[in-house]
């Protein structure tokens, strides 16, 4: 018995095709057969060129090669004036149809090109040849001179259906078709495919779709500081405090406070400017800084330098500047929102809270921090005598991102993930460049992810680093400025603390966890990277926590906010 392909008998064809399936399935077991078999042909560099088809049945044998037939059922007439074909169905009724034979010929040669380019048949000869069947005629001699009678499976077939077979072959080959060239020519025509590679895109858009509202505790927070004006929240990476720090903000001034939005990075500074206005207050109502940024605003406005020597800037001396300058042109607000709290020393928190506040002792101040996130400080200074609220869950992360996220966690109560589900963690245990090439080309050239949700992640400063400006990864360049097409932007943890992607490459691992007596500094510089991705996360280095071997392990809008 042949072997079928599909095995089942199909269902919802005419009763001519399954008049052949049957008589094909009776035919020895060393034929495979084939049944609706559709290919199509697009030429790259030729959008108009989009040909397709369908073989009726294809027959493989490997002392013949591969045999084409176009089957028609009814009562078939041709039309020698016109050249035009006929088949009359059951109830009488006469249909226009194609030429088989012109059919089974445009098959045949588009076959034979599928062959010939396709990656596991290329290597072999496998000869094509075609037939007609009009299984429920009889044929009594040639039709056309294009249609000998040779080239006709006819109902008088069906009696003995291999020597039939065999005469529209014709002659056998002198070298049989090797077993692996069958099994190629199987898999080109009903290939076994299992697609078990995560596609990324289509992950993180479900991951988005069932990504977590603000949580109770957030919603009851915000409400709460309407009768609480001074607090400070703190909170995990993720847990989003820097969108609870920019809602607070919006609430203030809607009910008609100057407000000031204080952080330490440069970064989130210019993306929370770009984000705190939805349009229900003045936009002047939300000042948006970072506080270097801030203290060089205020010594401009006193006719001041913020450094008094710009080629070697004295940044112990920034807050004694700032004071100096806010005494000649004071620069104060009805409230003050401070992100990155665990970023500040004591003497900026005697600015804000004496030079910055109209009303020192009673404006509303609220502050939010991570002590995680603390690298620029040994302790932790932050203002006295104010109520701390927590958040304890991390909800910007997958649940496989949180997991190598508290891996770096340092405090006792470990905060929970309520982040959707998501992809595994990649780990890449290769060199540097070697390992982010691959985990680029990965992302980017196979599944497609834009480049501009991608960013390269290092705790070592550019001059340092083994990813340069410029340096060409494959077909994509790195930079350490805003990218172009074709390029992957490259920043310091320290530089994108605060912020986040929908997919971070941290690289240069090993750097982070050497035993140099700075390992604490670098377990804070992992936390805080690992938690900047979205959606996922890749770990680039020669020695990756938790991979066993070498290579990856898994794989699996623009910026945002939540520190």
């Not at 020519?185 to 290939?191: F, K, M, Y």
Request: charged share 25%; net charge negative.
């Amino acid at each position: 018995m042949a072997r079928m392909y599909p095995a089942d008998r199909p269902e919802s064809v005419s009763s001519a095709e399954l008049s052949l399936y049957d008589a094909f399935r009776r035919l020895p077991d060393d034929y495979r057969v084939f049944h609706g078999v559709r290919w199509r042909r697009r030429e790259p560099g030729r959008q108009l060129l989009d040909e397709r088809g369908e073989v009726d049945f294809a027959l493989l044998h490997p002392r013949f090669g591969l045999l084409l037939l176009e089957a028609k059922g009814g009562k078939i007439r041709r039309d020698g004036e016109s050249g035009k074909w006929y088949s009359e169905d059951g109830a009488g009724v006469e249909h226009n149809i194609d030429d088989p034979f012109a059919q089974v010929d445009d098959n045949l040669y588009a076959m034979a090109d599928q062959l010939r380019e396709g990656v596991s048949t290329r290597r072999f000869f496998c000869p094509v040849r075609s037939g007609v069947a009009f299984i429920q005629t009889v044929v009594r001699g040639p039709i056309a001179l294009h249609a000998p009678r040779s080239s006709v499976l006819d109902s008088s077939d069906l009696a003995d259906m291999e020597a039939a077979v065999e005469r529209l072959y014709g002659t056998p080959l002198k070298e049989p078709l090797s077993r692996e060239a069958v099994e190629a020519v199987t898999d080109l025509l009903s290939p076994t495919v299992l697609l078990t590679k995560v596609g990324l895109n289509a992950r993180f858009e479900e991951i988005e779709r069932t990504r977590l509202e603000p949580t109770e505790s957030q919603r009851w927070l915000l409400d709460h500081f309407d009768r609480t004006p001074r607090a400070m929240v703190e909170g995990c990476a993720g847990s989003g405090k820097t969108l609870l720090a920019l809602e607070l903000a919006r609430r203030l001034a809607r009910s008609g406070h100057e407000v000031l939005y204080l952080c330490f990075n440069r970064r989130l500074a210019l993306w929370a400017n770009a984000s705190v206005s939805d349009g229900s207050f003045p936009a002047s109502r939300v000042k948006v800084k970072h506080f270097h940024g801030l203290a060089e605003e205020a010594c401009a406005a006193a006719g001041m330098k913020l450094f008094e020597n710009q080629e070697f800037p004295d940044w112990e001396a920034v807050p004694q500047r700032m004071e100096a300058a806010l005494a000649l042109a004071p620069m104060q607000f009805d409230a003050v929102v401070v992100d990155e709290g665990q970023d500040f020393r004591s003497d900026w928190w005697l600015i804000v809270m004496s030079e910055l506040l109209r009303r020192p002792d009673e404006d509303p101040l609220y502050v939010f921090f991570d002590p995680n996130q603390r690298i620029y400080s040994q302790r932790l200074e932050l203002p006295a005598q104010l109520p701390v609220y927590p958040l304890t869950a991390n909800l910007r992360n997958t649940r496989q991102i949180h997991a190598e996220v508290v891996r770096y966690f340092q405090g006792d109560s470990v905060p929970r993930s309520e982040g959707p589900d998501g992809v595994e963690v990649m780990r890449i245990s290769e060199p540097t460049v070697k390992g982010v090439q691959r985990a680029l080309d990965e992302l980017i050239n196979q599944q497609k992810v834009p480049s501009s949700q991608v960013i390269v992640l290092t705790g070592r400063a550019q001059e340092k680093s083994d990813l340069k400006e410029g340096r060409r990864l494959g077909n994509l360049g790195l930079t350490w400025h805003p990218p172009k097409a074709g390029e992957v932007q490259v920043a310091t943890v320290q530089a994108f603390k605060g912020l986040e992607k929908p997919v971070v490459v941290l690289a240069e691992v090993d750097h982070l966890l050497r035993d140099d007596g700075k390992r604490q500094y670098g377990e804070a510089l992992l936390y805080i990277g690992a938690s900047r991705a979205v959606n996922h996360l890749v770990l680039v280095g020669a020695q990756i926590p938790g991979a066993e071997i070498p290579g990856a392990e898994a794989p699996g809008a623009e910026q945002g906010a939540g520190a």
